[in-house]
C-alpha cells in the first residue's frame, strides 16, 4: 500500500527562508526527510550566503533571488521551474514585511505607503505565487502560507500585522473556493509565537513568547518543526480533501480565553 504521508515524487517551491531558525527552513527540513524535491529561493545578495549552505542540505535542485517587491523575480522563479520540472505540487508562502516606523505604531497612524507596502509583501504575493503556480499545478496541488493568532484577536504590539494577516487568511478561503476544482488547496498556518528573524521586528517580542508559553494548554511553545510536520502533512494526499483552513499549531494557545 502507498504511503499517503509520503511526499516521494512532489515537488515543492520554499520562499522564505532567511536562516536556520525560519518557519521557512523548518518546514523545507521536513519536506525533504519526507522525499520531496525543493526549489529555494534568497532575498537577495545580502541574504544569500546564508540560505545557500541550507538550501546544500537540503538538496535543492533550483536556487535563485526572489524579492517580491522586485518587478520580474518572482516570475523568473516559475519560469524556471516550468522549465526544470515542469509541474509543481506545492508552494510554501513564508514572507511578510512592513517598515519599522509602521509595525511600531499604532494601527492608527501606519502610512499608507507602509501598510500598502505590507500588503503587498504579506499579502498580495501569496495571490501571485498561486496564480504563477496554477498552470503548474496539472494535477493538483497544495499552497501554503503563515498567518498568526495576531489576524483575528489584538495582540499587543502586533499592531498593523494584524489587520495584514486577517487580509491573508480571508485570501487564503477565496483562493481555496476558486482553485478546488481544479485539486489546488490552499492552506494558512498559524504557529503560536516563535523566535525567529521576522519575529525579531516586533516590538516586545519576548514578552510575547513568555505569555504564550504560560497561557498554552501545554505551557510549551512549539518548535519550527512542529510547523514542517504539519505542514507535511497538509502537502501530502493524505489530506488531499482537506482545503481552506487557518490551521493553528501552537500548542492550544489559540483557545485560552
Not at 534568497?42 to 544569500?48: D, I, R, S, T, Y
Not at 501554503?144 to 495576531?150: A, I, M, N
Not at 499592531?159 to 495584514?164: H, I, K, L, S, Y
Not at 525567529?196 to 513568547?209: K, N, P, V
Request: charged content about 25%.
Amino acid at each position: 500500500m502507498t504511503n499517503p504521508f509520503s511526499l516521494h515524487g512532489k515537488k515543492g517551491l520554499i520562499v522564505g527562508i532567511a536562516n536556520d531558525q525560519s518557519i521557512a527552513y523548518g518546514c523545507a527540513k521536513v519536506f525533504r526527510d519526507m522525499g520531496a524535491e525543493l526549489a529555494v529561493t534568497f532575498l537577495n545578495e545580502k541574504a544569500k550566503p546564508y540560505v545557500v549552505p541550507l538550501a546544500e542540505t537540503l538538496s535543492a535542485e533550483l536556487m535563485g533571488p526572489c524579492d517580491v517587491r522586485e518587478s520580474g523575480e518572482l516570475k523568473d522563479v516559475f519560469a524556471q521551474i516550468e522549465q526544470k520540472w515542469g509541474k509543481l505540487d506545492f508552494v510554501l508562502h513564508s514572507i511578510a514585511f512592513a517598515p519599522k516606523e509602521d509595525l511600531h505604531g499604532r494601527v492608527v497612524d501606519c502610512s499608507r505607503e507602509g501598510f500598502s507596502m505590507a500588503m503587498d509583501v504579506s499579502c498580495h504575493s501569496f495571490i501571485r505565487m498561486a496564480r504563477y503556480a496554477e498552470p503548474l499545478m496539472k494535477d493538483g496541488g497544495t499552497l501554503l502560507t503563515v498567518s498568526f493568532y495576531g489576524s483575528e484577536k489584538v495582540v499587543d504590539h502586533y499592531n498593523v500585522m494584524g489587520p495584514v494577516k486577517a487580509a491573508l487568511e480571508s485570501v487564503t478561503r477565496y483562493m481555496a473556493a476558486e482553485l478546488g476544482e481544479k485539486g489546488i488547496r490552499v492552506h494558512a498556518m498559524s504557529p503560536g509565537p516563535l523566535k525567529t528573524r521576522a519575529a525579531s521586528g516586533i516590538d516586545r517580542f519576548d514578552e510575547l513568547m513568555a505569555r504564550a508559553a504560560e497561557k498554552a494548554p501545554e505551557h510549551i511553545l512549539v518548535s519550527i518543526e512542529d510547523v514542517g510536520a504539519y505542514a507535511s502533512f497538509l502537502v501530502s494526499d493524505a489530506a488531499h480533501n482537506i482545503t481552506g483552513g487557518v490551521h493553528f499549531i501552537d500548542a492550544g494557545y489559540n483557545i485560552m480565553g
